[in-house]
């Protein structure tokens, strides 16, 4: 053990790790692209996107630049009664790439804050309005964020359960698959039809933490529009679908029915730094337009539109923006669709499937496919051993790279998939 990660595991508690844990982290000491470099020697290939955040590479010279340069003009300001130019241009591009619909943005500081935001904004613009409507309903397997309001409308399970007293009641509809979506809408409708539903969240076309579940465009526009009817705030979480994960700069771009609000953050800076957004539809931003100072959105961050950050995410946008970027995304999917064509019938598989740069496996197994599942840890090592870093969750490998990875080296992850699966 090197004396870093001696004092690591003397000083730090790291996320989603057990104390207990036997497994030294891994010291990064730079990184270049795909690549992370460790203390060791090693160059592992980033296969996650360093929790799906890095969409153009690690220590990308045009973000950085921008970093350095806005650090050494504004590194921070109040951002109650002051505003700067980073922050008014940031809210300018995003407007431009977001649905035509949407009309403010609200900053916070990652992908929890931002669904905090949007459940509050959706509650208080019935509030604002005098209307009794409290029901949420979200579906099932969703994540958003580790919060307590993102929790109480996310998944019951290990993660949440110590916390289950202090979550808020939410209505669960059943994941939509190819066979059950008529029962699924007849239990949305159900919910929808008592009148008293705030809001409906969900993660357009993905469910990312439950495992890449992909499910179909025409049946959540089939809910969407059945919620517009009822006159229910719909909130887009595109966290981790934003920027291009599917394959379009949001998914919400592969549907008819436009969102009420929408929530941003883990793409939005390149994966640089942490900043989260929250946008919304005219409709709602109406609701606070009022001289009532009790009608007041009183929420904010001690960090909100951090000034560097925004520099960075006004840098990863010009990148994302442009041309490369998109034949990049265009690259990998076509990849991904290729590799998924080739070993779907491997008999290890259960499932191949991708949509954009997200490319997801089911591998058969006998255990319930839970994130404890035991394969886990096994297929997190074989790969580490082969210096690609993939984070499987539970039976499920999946690959989600930055965009700047090359047919070469996605090729390796393939091989090494390959591999594991003939062994
Ligand atoms: C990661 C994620 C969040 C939470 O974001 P953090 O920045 O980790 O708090 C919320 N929603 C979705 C869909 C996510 O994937």
New binding site residues.
């Given amino acids: 053990m090197t004396n870093l990660s001696e004092i690591d595991k003397k000083n730090i508690w790291h996320p989603f790790t057990s104390l207990a844990s036997e497994d030294n982290p891994i010291v990064v000491t730079s990184a270049s692209g795909v690549y992370l470099h460790t203390e060791d020697g090693r160059k592992i290939i980033d296969g996650v996107s360093s929790w ?1 955040v890095n969409i153009h590479g690690h220590a990308n010279a045009h973000i950085a630049k921008a970093i350095s340069r806005q650090a050494m003009e504004l590194e921070h300001v109040i951002f109650a009664g002051f505003t700067h130019r980073p922050a008014i241009t940031l809210s300018e591009n995003l407007l431009s790439i977001l649905p035509s619909n949407q009309r403010k943005i609200f900053f916070s500081d ?4 931002a ?1 905090e935001v949007a459940l509050k904004m959706a509650f208080q613009y019935w509030y604002n309005q005098g209307v009794n409507k409290k029901k949420v309903i979200a579906i099932q397997g969703a ?4 919060t307590f309001g ?1 929790m109480s409308v996310g998944e019951r399970g290990i993660f949440t359960d110590p916390f289950a007293p202090y979550l808020f009641e939410t209505a669960f509809i059943d994941f939509p698959a190819d066979d059950n979506e008529d029962h699924v809408f007849s239990q949305f409708k159900t919910v929808a039809d008592t009148g008293e539903v705030a809001a409906f969240i969900y ?1 357009p076309l993905v469910q ?2 439950a495992g890449m579940r992909i499910y179909s465009a025409k049946f959540l526009d089939r809910l969407l529009a059945y919620a517009a009817d009822k006159d229910i705030v719909c909130i887009a ?1 595109e ?3 934003g920027f291009g994960r599917t394959g379009k700069i949001f998914a919400s771009d592969y549907l008819s029915k436009k969102p009420d609000i929408i ?1 941003v ?2 793409g939005i800076t390149g994966g640089a730094l ?1 900043l ?1 957004a929250t946008a919304c539809a005219e409709k709602i931003a109406a609701a606070f337009l009022t001289q009532d100072a009790t009608k007041t959105f009183f929420h904010g961050h001690s960090y909100t539109a951090n000034p560097i950050a925004c520099a960075a995410a006004n840098a990863s946008f010009e990148l994302l923006t442009s041309e490369e970027c998109r034949t990049n995304i265009a690259r990998i999917s076509s990849q991904h669709q290729y590799f998924v064509k080739k070993i779907r019938s491997h008999t290890r598989i259960k499932t191949a499937r991708s949509l954009g740069s997200i490319l997801s496996i089911e591998l058969k197994t006998d255990e319930s496919t839970s994130y404890l599942n035991s394969s886990r840890k096994k297929i997190y090592h074989y790969f580490l051993d082969r210096n690609i870093l993939l984070r499987p969750l539970g039976n499920i490998i999946y690959v989600l790279p930055p965009y700047i990875i090359t047919t070469e080296q996605l090729d390796e992850v393939y091989m090494a998939i390959e591999d594991f699966l003939g062994q």
């Fill in positions: 799906w990652n992908g929890s804050t669904v994540y958003h964020g580790d993102s993660e990312g933490a979480d966290v981790f679908t929530c953050s883990k942490p989260g």
